[in-house]
């Protein structure tokens, strides 16, 4: 591919799948055929509309028709998710979870694109904070979506904000229900997860999203933890 002055905002994931069409079909029979001997889901990156969910779902359906009469064996129940990445998939979960089983958030790239900053760019990667009020209210918004299917879908969380204990609170009590977070982060917030109350938790949180700037929010979440459960 020739190269691509945003390349962040250009061809990829998603959008490769929908104009390579079977490519995707290669991949979906793939994961459609491991899923016979195995729990698996299927997740569509860097979703920013329900259209390309429809689209995506249509393409799903055409390699899973394809195994069948091919008499080969998959999960018929395989779940189906989105990676929430882009800010316009946040604002729209009311809509996507109708689509699907399941969002992950992707807490690195919904920074990156909500506030647009490059982190890797020096001179503005301190701008690049998840806890800036505006990234944990399109988290709510995706937590919310979830938990409104009364318990059939889920929302989960990756990145750094999945691995800060200062967020697991926060995130808890959001209701994000699966953290995915690095192998020396784990230890640090499972103790937190099993020490809390979620009823706690949701007041942590309502009082977060309530707060005006990312300082005030790290401040706070950072006393709301118990003092044995505090980042060193």
């Known amino acids: ?5 945003n390349p962040f905002l250009g061809y990829r994931a998603i959008r490769i799948c929908l104009q ?13 055929r491991a899923s016979a001997f195995g729990k698996a889901r299927i997740m569509y990156p860097m979703i920013a ?28 129940a395989v779940p189906v998710g989105i990676m929430v990445e882009i800010p316009s998939a946040a604002v729209m979960a009311d809509q996507l979870i109708n689509v699907v ?16 900053v490059d982190r890797l760019n020096e001179k503005v990667s301190e701008l690049y904070n998840p806890f800036q009020p505006g990234v ?3 988290i709510r918004l995706v ?10 879908k889920f929302a989960g969380i990756c990145g750094e904000l999945a691995a800060d204990p200062r967020a697991t609170l926060l995130l808890l009590g959001l209701g994000v ?7 020396p982060a784990l230890l ?45």
């Open 188 to 232: 640090p917030i499972k103790k937190i997860i099993t020490s809390v109350s979620l009823s706690y938790a949701k007041e942590v949180a309502v009082a977060a999203l309530q707060l005006p700037t990312a300082a005030a929010i790290e401040s706070y979440l950072e006393q709301a933890l118990p003092p044995n459960l505090r980042p060193l």
């Open 101 to 116: 089983d399941f969002f992950s958030i992707g807490s690195n790239d919904l920074t990156q694109y909500t506030l647009a």
């Open 1 to 5: 591919n020739p190269p691509e002055a």
């Open 20 to 32: 390579q069409p079977d490519l995707f079909m290669t991949q979906l029979r793939a994961i459609l």
């Open 143 to 152: 937590a919310e979506a979830a938990e409104r299917s009364g318990g059939a």
């Open 136 to 138: 944990l209210r399109l």
């Open 49 to 76: 509309s329900l259209e390309e969910v429809q689209a995506a779902n249509k393409i799903l359906q055409q390699a899973k028709q394809s195994l069948r009469q091919e008499g080969i064996a998959f999960d018929e």
């Open 177 to 183: 229900t699966e953290l995915s977070v690095n192998p």
